[in-house]
């Protein structure tokens, strides 16, 4: 059984870009929350999706976007690429539980190392 | 505003030695709380959490973790380290319950020495 899975592991481009980041969730997930790591700091809550709509957002500009998938596979867009956004991105997945409203416990990918020029 | 402070960036141990992690939080509402760790190239891996009940949690891999509400801590312990528990260990928050949206601190690098 696959945890979560991340691709590209590594990425390199320069500012005014723009950049596709992709996750497949744990098998029997179906919620993904993705973070955005900067060197030296704990990971810092993007967004999260459930059912294809994005449902929580945290503090981050609309030049981040995402896109959840029928399969639950999920995208992190970011355009215009600044040099602060060279980060560690990581996706977590988890199985929202709707009698609670909570999320099941969060499994992480190893994450994209994104680096901008 | 919800925040969770890690007050020591760096700790070196001795191998065998006793470990403490310091964790605060500020929170209004009944915390959610975890303790992930993080190796080198790696995503990170939930040692323990706390909801409710019991305020001495006990994690994986030898750690606890003891919820004191009225010094709004949360500080991880583990009496004998070992030297692959050198990483980088990090405090969260569940900020909209449970597991929705986790606040982390700035997370502790740990050493240690053989």
């Known amino acids: 059984d696959a945890g979560v899975t991340q691709s590209p592991t590594h990425l390199i481009k320069t500012r005014g870009q723009q950049v596709t980041l992709r996750c497949s969730p744990k098998?029997?997930?179906?919620?993904v929350s993705w973070y955005q790591q900067a060197l030296g700091q704990g990971p810092q809550f993007i967004f999260q999706?459930?059912?294809?709509?994005?449902?929580q957002r945290g503090n981050f500009p609309d030049r981040f976007s995402g896109h959840q998938f029928p399969n639950y596979s999920s995208e992190l867009n970011v355009n215009a690429l600044l040099l602060g956004d060279s980060a560690l991105y990581l996706c977590?997945?988890?199985?929202?539980?709707?009698?609670?409203?909570?999320?099941?416990?969060?499994?992480f990918g190893s994450g994209t190392q994104l680096s901008v020029l | 505003a919800q925040s969770v402070t890690q007050p020591d960036i760096h700790i070196t141990v001795s191998e065998g030695a006793s470990l403490e992690l310091r964790c605060n939080y500020s929170y209004g509402a009944t915390p959610y709380l975890f303790w992930y760790v993080q190796s080198p190239g790696q995503g990170l891996q939930l040692l323990l959490k706390y909801f409710s009940g019991d305020t001495l949690v006990q994690g994986i891999k030898g750690f606890e973790a003891e919820f004191k509400r009225s010094q709004s801590s949360f500080n991880l312990r583990k009496p004998s380290v070992h030297w692959s528990d050198a990483a980088e260990y990090f405090c969260a928050v569940g900020a909209a319950g449970g597991y929705n949206k986790l606040i982390f601190g700035a997370g502790t690098r740990l050493a240690v020495h053989p």
């Open positions: 977590a997945s988890s199985l929202y539980v709707p009698r609670t409203g909570e999320n099941e416990k969060l499994f």
């Open positions: 098998s029997g997930h179906d919620t």
């Open positions: 999706y459930y059912e294809e709509e994005e449902r």
